[in-house]
T-cell receptor
Framework: DQQVKQNSPSLSVQEGRISILNCDYT??????FLWYKKYPAEGPTFLISISSIKDKNEDGRFTVFLNKSAKHLSLHIVPSQPGDSAVYFCAAIINNNDMRFGAGTRLTVKP | KAGVTQTPRYLIKTRGQQVTLSCSPI?????VSWYQQTPGQGLQFLFE???????NKGNFPGRFSGRQFSNSRSEMNVSTLELGDSALYLCASSRRGGNQPQHFGDGTRLSIL
C-alpha cells in the first residue's frame, strides 16, 4: 500500500525560478518527514526534515512545508539551480519505525 | 569518514538462484536498513537491523532475509529469485535508526534473466 504518494513523476523548471515538489500521505500517525535527493548511479542523500509538531523548516535554498490537516507536504527550492536536477523522494516515519518512501519526482532545472 | 559501502555494484542472476548482498555501514552506525527500488514504486522498505537484531520488517515474502554481524555489517539474501526481483537494492545506515536521517550506499543493481 502506498501510504506516501508523489503524484508528479516529473517536474521541469527554469533556472532561478522556484521548484515545488509535492507529497501526500494517508496515515495521520506519521510523525516525522524527510526529503532525499538522488542522482543517477548514487544512493539517496538526505536533504531536509520536519517534525509533525512544526509546519515549516528552512535550510538555505530548501524549505519544507507541512500541512497536517491536508496530509500534505511540499519541498520548495528557490532559486533552482541546474545542479538540483535529480530525483526527489519524500519519506515518512511513525514512532521511530520503518521509513516509507514515495515513488519520487524527477526534477529538471533548465539553464 | 568512509560512507556506506555496498558490494557488489552489479549482479546478474537467473530465476531460481539465490543471491547475497553485502553492506558495510558508516563506522559507529548500528542501524542498517535495506530498501528495494523499482521504477514507479520508489523505495520499498525491506527490513532494519540494529545490534544484530531485526527490529522492523516490511511487506516482503520470506524469500527475502537478512542478518547483521557484531561489527554492524549486514547481508541481505534473496532465495528462489524471480524476474520481478530485478531492482536496485539500497542499504542505509544511521547511529540509532528511528528519526535519524539515513546515509545510503550507492546500491547493488540486481538483474534477473
Amino acid at each position: 500500500d502506498q501510504q506516501v504518494k508523489q503524484n508528479s513523476p516529473s517536474l521541469s523548471v527554469q533556472e532561478g525560478r522556484i521548484s515545488i515538489l509535492n507529497c501526500d500521505y494517508t496515515n495521520s500517525m506519521f510523525d516525522y518527514f524527510l526529503w532525499y535527493k538522488k542522482y543517477p548511479a548514487e544512493g539517496p542523500t538526505f536533504l531536509i526534515s520536519i517534525s509533525s509538531i512544526k509546519d515549516k523548516n528552512e535550510d538555505g535554498r530548501f524549505t519544507v512545508f507541512l500541512n497536517k490537516s491536508a496530509k500534505h507536504l511540499s519541498l520548495h527550492i528557490v532559486p533552482s539551480q541546474p545542479g538540483d536536477s535529480a530525483v526527489y523522494f519524500c519519506a515518512a516515519i511513525i514512532n521511530n519505525n520503518d521509513m516509507r518512501f514515495g515513488a519520487g519526482t524527477r526534477l529538471t532545472v533548465k539553464p | 569518514k568512509a560512507g556506506v559501502t555496498q558490494t557488489p555494484r552489479y549482479l546478474i542472476k537467473t530465476r531460481g538462484q539465490q543471491v547475497t548482498l553485502s553492506c558495510s555501514p558508516i563506522s559507529g552506525h548500528r542501524s542498517v536498513s535495506w530498501y528495494q527500488q523499482t521504477p514507479g514504486q520508489g523505495l520499498q522498505f525491506l527490513f532494519e537491523y540494529f545490534s544484530e537484531t531485526q527490529r522492523n520488517k516490511g511487506n516482503f515474502p520470506g524469500r527475502f532475509s537478512g542478518r547483521q554481524f557484531s561489527n554492524s555489517r549486514s547481508e541481505m539474501n534473496v532465495s528462489t529469485l524471480e524476474l520481478g526481483d530485478s531492482a536496485l537494492y539500497l542499504c542505509a545506515s544511521s547511529r540509532r535508526g528511528g528519526n535519524q536521517p539515513q546515509h545510503f550506499g550507492d546500491g547493488t543493481r540486481l538483474s534477473i534473466l
